[in-house]
């Protein structure tokens, strides 16, 4: 998913966690769509 690439770049370079949430976020709207 492109979520998980994200992630991977995100903790690669080591941004701030919060980033990684708002990722997550994300990632969880996009899942519900789908679904809907």
């Known amino acids: 998913m492109l979520a ?3 992630r991977k ?3 690669t ?3 701030s966690p919060w980033i ?3 990722t997550d ?3 969880l ?3 519900l769509k789908a679904v809907l």
């Open 29 to 31: 709207i996009y899942n």
């Open 4 to 6: 998980n690439t994200l």
């Open 20 to 22: 990684i949430y708002v």
């Open 9 to 11: 770049s995100l903790q």
């Open 13 to 15: 370079t080591s941004v």
């Open 25 to 27: 976020f994300v990632s």
